[in-house]
């Protein structure tokens, strides 16, 4: 695939876009379209996009099996441990309201950590689905 | 706006549904036609961008959203990726298919004939629409601080089958890792070291 200048440089340009978009998708879920998953999504495009362009090699060093492992189990936990803390805090799982005296408030705040869960989750099983495909070849 | 402008937004709004669920099919029946795998792949990524329009066409962007992102993104790359694992050409068979056309025929038959009995499309009065979907939309803001309903329908409300669908698509991850990696090194360890990883 490295042969193909304009697909190089078109995607060299575009990857830091694609992560921003991705990270602003993320945090304003929120407020508009959008959300932990399509930010999951969008950034492990980044990633496969440069893998697919350039090299899977340096991408795959770029984020390594282990670490991607691991950030897959630290979204799922984000996201659990986010009722476990609720339970701690007087209420009940997943019920995020028990997080500040305004109950609107906590569960803006119990939203935004499951996404960004979600979004760690989803990113790191995109990139692990990819790369252990792209291994075999 | 008056009523002649919304009269007309609406007739071009039936018209690009019309013209999207025309192209949907249109692909739909190519992917399937198609004997070129990668083909059939890339067809199948431009029925999902389709599906992208028509959600966004029906106001839900964060369906259309993910569809785009996931349908006609990451699928089309992992199925480009099957079929170098495997092979771009569809085997040819022999046997004709009429009981798996006839099974298929009759259950589009009994689907269409079933949405003879849903309330009429938009219709304020459907079931779906008066069940806890106003509480949702009077209540969402105030309750959650979020002003984007879906979102807090997807991570408050509906909390708990959203950490499902999360440990679903964790468990897919780790089964497609185990599987796929766990199959290479078994291969690695009886055959004679070839390459590593040349991909």
Redesign the interface.
Known sequence: MSDFLVLRVIAKLLIPFILLFGFY?QMH???????G??AG??I??AF?LYA?VFD??TARRMAP?AVL?SL??L??LL??GV?VANLLYGGR??E?GAFAHD???G??I??LI??I??GI??A???M???F?????? | MDKRAQEGLRVIELYLNIILLVFVAATGIAAVWLRNLLASAMVLGIYSLLMAALWVVLDAVDVAFTEAAVGAGVTTVLMLLAIALTGRHEKRRRARPWLPLATSLGTAGLLIYATLGMPIFGDANAPAQLHVAPYYLLQGEAETGVPNIVTSVLAAYRGFDTLGEVTVIFTAGMGVLVLLTGATRRRRNTAAPTEEDSA
């Open positions: 998708v879920g929120d407020y508009g379209p959008g959300g998953f399509q999504v969008i492990a495009a496969i697919i899977v090699n099996m492992v897959a189990c979204g799922v996201y659990a009722g799982f997943l995020y109950p609107a408030h569960n803006h119990g939203i499951i996404e869960g979600v989750a989803v790191a099983v995109m692990i689905i990819f252990s495909f792209a291994r075999r070849r």
